[in-house]
């Protein structure tokens, strides 16, 4: 394997390459004093360089076992059996659950954007809310982490949404178990409230230590089951003056993202804002961030005024069928669409 | 490139006398010899007074050299390779399948680009269903969360007599996803470990007699190769471009050498005249061997796959399909 594939820094692998050090080999060959003396560089640095060699090589030693998987991986069967037992976060609106196949699947990133006023910021709020349903009640008992980058989480309104969650438990619980007084509801506001992280970033050098530092987090509070961040947007759009870096970091982010989603079992949901785009001669709104960051979530969906009414559309899925429903948004947070013509559109 | 004193330790012929000889026609390094008029080095040499041992080393670094170069193949030796052994793949869509001349085929890198939703995954799932239903096996590296088992068996599902979901299809849809192998990769260090990885388990295969065709990966798709090069392209100085241009030339070795076929996926950006172009840029067009440029009707199920590059095919012949949406 050559020194190029190693994770070290460019200007490390420029000294490794004058003193001499081109093959892996060479450099187990040596020792942290002779790295040290040769590249000019820390007594910790050199010995990193030889665990990242010593590391590499042993990939290269394991080949004696049986060879024909490589660690990491799932076979398709697998995964499809896990997926039956994977859980999903309602979000209180039963069309639009539908549509998701049941709500906001964990592993996976979702992408929610609409124009200003569409009730993004209501459905992120829905969502921390709704991850904490009991298990009991067919939710996920998690807690949530809230990273708000505009300003616009109202704690009035949280505590609204959540005493309409606890209603609504309750009055299923009577519904259900009218004879069995053991399944009162056990929860309070207060403890919905508790159990949402909230952070609140001020601008984009913030936004990127903050997902640096979500690993860390989410081991610590084993928990945590949805990350919403509110909006992704707001602090690349200002005056980035270069445009490839905001590429780059976008583009850095979104990977640590999914590596979370996957790695720790959690849903991300990532609210962006609109912008118009010259598309075949005419403007349409899309979501902003460029083309680039259309890749990276695995679901999309995208809120829109039909008329009136709010409605929900999924625009990328590797699973669901293209298909929007309507939606409302009421003092008790997002529910069923009222309107008496409501139907779901597959498109 | 390697100064020779690194050699030393090696091969004792290029010892201290020797390098003081290249020294003094000043040849430092490898690269400095394969420059410098090896006629003209053994004519000085031969007027040395250890002029046997010089000689010597400078044979032993020629032998070197040609130690290090792959095989020279000539046409006929290349044709009855691609005969016995650069199958093709049916990607299980007609449309695509027709573009590609019969589908996937082994030892190319085929790439699709498309912009977002334009059917890019899809394909590749259809692909992994319909190659591991031929009892081939598919290694799936995947950045975006997106593999879908459940789409994979609905295209399973399709494409075939299953009607009811009996016992005996329930173990047959086993057999065929139990030999797609899912890698959830999220960093460009990880692809090449996993690459490595991969390379040296099929060259040990080779050397054991018993390589079942039922083990040995066919098919390697990345989903999608773009959104692990993006974050370290054009960054501080040129190691991004250099690990780009590196993965291609890995997963082009690996489609050659091991016999396999490579599908990756690529997004568009936003060109200089408003029209998309494919990412990753200009040096990266020449390493696919096949692109396809894959788009979406507006909101309709209908796609388009129209050929940007293939060795064997005009470019600009397209095709639809309504087989990826449904």
């Known amino acids: 394997m050559e020194i190029g594939m190693l994770p070290i820094s460019a200007s490390k692998r420029g000294k490794l390459l004058a003193a001499g050090y081109t093959t892996l080999h060479s450099i187990l060959r040596t020792s942290t004093t002779h790295l040290v003396r040769d590249i000019e560089v820390s007594e910790s640095e050199a010995l990193e360089i030889l665990n990242f060699a010593t590391r590499s090589n042993d990939l290269d030693k394991s080949s004696g076992s049986n060879t024909n998987v490589i660690d990491g991986g799932q076979t398709a069967w697998d995964m499809l059996n896990e997926e039956r037992f994977s859980s999903l976060i309602t979000t209180s609106c039963l069309d639009l659950d539908n549509i998701l196949g049941g709500g906001i699947n964990c592993k996976e990133v979702t992408e929610i954007g609409g124009v200003p006023g569409i009730g993004k910021t209501q459905i992120g709020i829905q969502l921390a809310v709704n991850v904490q349903i009991p298990l009991d009640y067919g939710g996920l008992g998690g807690k949530a982490i809230y990273i708000d980058t505009e300003g616009s989480f109202m704690v009035e309104r949280v505590l609204q949404i959540a005493e309409a969650c606890i209603e609504d438990m309750s009055e299923y619980s009577h519904h259900f178990h009218k004879d069995n007084q053991a399944f009162g509801v056990k929860m309070h506001p207060n403890s919905i409230l508790e159990n949402i992280f909230y952070f609140r970033v001020c601008s984009y050098t913030e936004q990127i230590a903050l997902v640096n530092y979500l690993d860390k987090f989410v081991t610590e509070h084993k928990d945590v089951k949805i990350i919403i961040i509110d909006s992704v947007t707001f602090h690349f759009r200002q005056d980035f003056d270069d445009m490839a870096l905001r590429t780059r970091l976008l583009g850095e982010m979104s990977l640590k993202l999914m590596k979370l989603a996957k790695n720790l079992s959690l849903a991300v949901v990532m609210l962006n804002q609109v912008t118009t785009k010259h598309i075949e001669g005419s403007f349409q709104l899309t979501l902003a961030l460029g083309d680039s960051w259309s890749h990276s979530c695995t679901n999309r969906i995208i809120l829109y005024w039909n008329g009136d009414e709010r409605h929900a559309y999924i625009d990328k899925s590797p699973s669901l069928k293209s298909a929007s429903a309507p939606y409302s948004v009421t003092s008790r947070g997002i529910r069923n669409s009222t309107s008496s013509s409501k139907r779901i559109k597959m498109v | ?326």
């Open chain 2, 1 to 326: 490139m390697a100064p020779l004193n690194s050699l030393s330790k090696e091969y004792p012929l290029i010892d201290s006398n020797f390098q003081t000889f290249c020294a003094s026609h000043a040849i430092y390094s490898v690269e400095d010899f394969l420059l410098h008029d090896l006629d003209a080095l053994f004519a000085s040499a031969a007027n040395h007074s250890n002029s046997e041992r010089l000689k010597q080393g400078i044979h032993q670094l020629l032998l070197i050299v040609d130690a290090l170069h792959p095989p020279v193949l000539n046409g006929l030796q290349l044709i009855e390779d691609a005969k016995r052994n650069k199958h093709v793949f049916s990607t299980g869509c007609e449309g695509i399948d027709a573009l590609l001349g019969g589908g996937l085929r082994v030892g190319q890198l085929t790439e699709l680009v498309g912009p977002s939703s334009s059917g890019k995954t899809q394909v590749c799932l259809m692909s992994s269903s319909t190659v591991a239903k031929n009892k081939c096996s598919v290694i799936y590296l995947d950045t975006g969360n997106s593999f879908s088992p459940q789409r994979i068996a609905y295209f399973v599902g399709q494409s075939s007599d299953y009607v009811s979901v009996n016992q005996a299809d329930h173990r047959l849809l086993q057999n065929i996803l139990d030999r797609i192998i899912c890698y959830p990769v999220f960093d460009v260090y990880q692809m090449f470990d996993l690459l490595h990885q991969l390379k040296i388990n099929l060259r040990s295969q080779v050397f054991i007699d018993i390589v079942k065709s039922d083990h040995q990966v066919q098919v390697l798709i990345v989903d999608s190769i773009s959104s692990l090069i993006t974050p370290i392209l054009r960054g501080n100085g040129p190691q991004g471009h250099a690990l780009m241009i590196s993965s291609g030339f890995l997963l082009k070795q690996l489609a050659h050498e091991h016999n396999i076929a490579v599908l990756v996926t690529n997004h568009v950006v936003g060109g200089d005249d408003g029209n998309p172009k494919p990412a990753l840029g200009e040096s990266w067009k020449s390493v696919p061997h096949v692109r396809l440029l894959l788009s979406r009707d507006c909101r309709s199920n209908v796609s388009n796959i129209s050929i940007i590059k293939h060795p064997a095919m005009a470019s600009g012949r397209s095709a639809t399909s309504t087989r990826l949406f449904v």
